[in-house]
């Protein structure tokens, strides 16, 4: 399963396979005809609350990554994660894509992360 991860100001590219958004807002200054995005999963995305608590703050990222499983959990997520499924069942790639600057901590990081350890069939039931 090869999952990538790509800032929504990035060009598309082919290899990037489905672009799935997981963001809960859609990025600033992108047109939604230049993003090519597949699919947006707003309830993948961490809520407004849990956002802005942790401000991209790199201490608080084992937290933020914490709740933020316990927020894939609900009931809220379970429709886009039959969605996201069904994606990885039918596409060997596919790209999550995300607007935030830091890299390195942000939500489609920890996504990513849980799929690629199995924690998809704990979120998603």
């Not at 309830?43 to 316990?70: C, I, N, Q, V």
């Amino acid at each position: 399963m090869d999952i990538r991860l790509k800032r929504a100001y990035e060009a598309p590219e082919r290899s990037d396979g489905p672009r799935v958004l997981v963001d809960r807002i859609w990025p600033r200054g992108v047109a939604k005809e230049d993003g090519n995005i597949a699919h947006w999963l707003k309830g993948l995305a961490p809520s407004t609350e849990l956002r802005k608590w942790f401000g991209h703050d790199p201490e608080k990222w084992p937290e933020f990554r914490e709740r933020y499983l316990e927020e894939l959990k609900s009931e809220d997520a379970s429709e886009d994660f039959k969605e996201l499924k069904q994606l990885l069942e039918q596409h060997d790639r596919l790209t999550l894509v995300f607007a935030a600057k830091d890299t390195e901590h942000n939500n489609a990081v920890a996504l990513r992360y849980y799929i690629l350890n199995d924690q998809l069939e704990i979120i998603g039931g």
